[in-house]
């Protein structure tokens, strides 16, 4: 009976994802920052490089495995200037399941920010490239496969296919508001900055039916954020608050929670030997589906992320609450270390 019911769960989660093709999503998408809002990129940092990589599903299914990996940065700014020109580049792959459903994206962003005053700046972006989404049909198990109380992956998967592989331009945009404030004085840690942006995805809707006469034109993924970073000041400690919306069709995700930062060493201020060095730790929950927790160290320009997924919903019978495995790796210029006083965000 056990069986029957993960079989059961297992199939109606495939037809799902076929019927209403859905984003990949990362549990730390701050740290996915092209994937949440295109307008990230040259939002915050001169230049930022970023490897993401998600395992889930390992104890239900063939495992969700994913990919990403994005760069961004400024143009070189005017002196006394308005604004700045950004740039980006990102990319992920995406292999799901036994049928071995991929979907891959390379996309170009081109964004502005308009420096408001000195501590904040508005920024618009554009996102524009290529997609591709594939199947192996011989690898899955289908509806009409199941004969006298079990599957005969011998018979006819019954599904009227099309097309194993095809492609389709994407485009997107966003907008996003940044606020710094820096420390106003040596180890006050009273710094502030604070991170809000409205996006969408795919607003050309393009086509992602593998099926004869298939109607799946993937839906517009809505997405917004807001997310800061203050220290308790005179400490050693930061508390990072977040919560990400997203909206795709029927379906729609909701994570929040927050990161507690521990600076654990000071870099010497002259020589530069001597690195900076901080933990942070965090717990998120994702509404129905699962608590997520997380640990980054960061280690003068590098940072290093690990996340877990517990899963709390209705596949928890399953998956025993064991959901997925999250890693990234971050670059970035200037150090977010630095010390000074209020100055421009740039």
Do not use: C
Request: zero cysteines.
């Amino acid at each position: 009976m056990k069986n029957l019911f993960e079989i059961i769960i297992f199939v109606s989660g495939l037809m799902v994802s076929t019927l209403f093709a859905q984003d990949i999503h990362f549990t730390q998408m701050r740290y996915s920052p092209l994937n949440l809002n295109p307008a990230l990129a040259g939002a915050e940092q001169n230049l930022q490089a970023v490897v993401n990589y998600r395992d889930q599903w390992r104890s239900v299914a063939t495992p969700y495995q994913t990919i990403g990996a994005s760069v961004d940065g400024r143009f070189k700014e005017k002196r006394g200037g308005n604004g700045v020109l950004a740039w980006g580049v990102n990319f992920f792959n995406d292999r799901a399941g036994d049928a071995r459903m991929t979907t891959t994206n390379a996309n170009l962003n081109l964004g502005y920010h308009l420096f408001l005053n000195r501590n904040s700046s508005l920024g618009l972006a554009i996102q524009g490239g290529f997609g591709q989404r594939g199947i192996d049909p011989a690898g899955g198990t289908w509806s009409s496969q199941f004969a006298n109380g079990e599957f005969n992956t011998a018979l006819p998967s019954g599904e009227n296919f099309d097309q194993m592989n095809f492609s389709h331009f994407d485009a997107g945009a966003g907008i996003v508001y940044h606020y710094k404030e820096k420390e106003g004085y040596m180890r006050g840690n009273d710094q502030f900055t604070l991170t809000a942006g409205l996006s969408a995805f795919h607003v050309n809707q393009p086509s992602s039916s593998f099926l004869v006469g298939g109607q799946d034109d993937l839906a517009i993924r809505f997405s917004g954020f807001v997310y800061a970073d203050f220290g308790v000041s005179k400490s050693n400690f930061s508390i990072a608050p977040a919560i990400y919306y997203n909206r795709q069709g029927p379906h729609q995700e909701i994570l929040a929670g927050s990161y507690l930062r521990v600076l654990l060493k000071e870099g010497s201020k002259r020589t530069g030997f001597i690195k900076q060095l901080a933990t942070s730790y965090g717990i998120f929950y994702r509404f129905g589906d699962a608590f997520a927790a997380k640990f980054m160290i960061e280690y003068s320009n590098y940072a290093l992320g690990f996340a877990y997924d517990f899963n709390v919903s209705s596949l928890t019978t399953v998956s025993n609450s064991r959901g997925g495995v999250e890693f990234f790796l971050r670059f970035v210029l200037p150090n977010p270390f630095g010390h000074s006083s209020k100055a421009r965000i740039n």
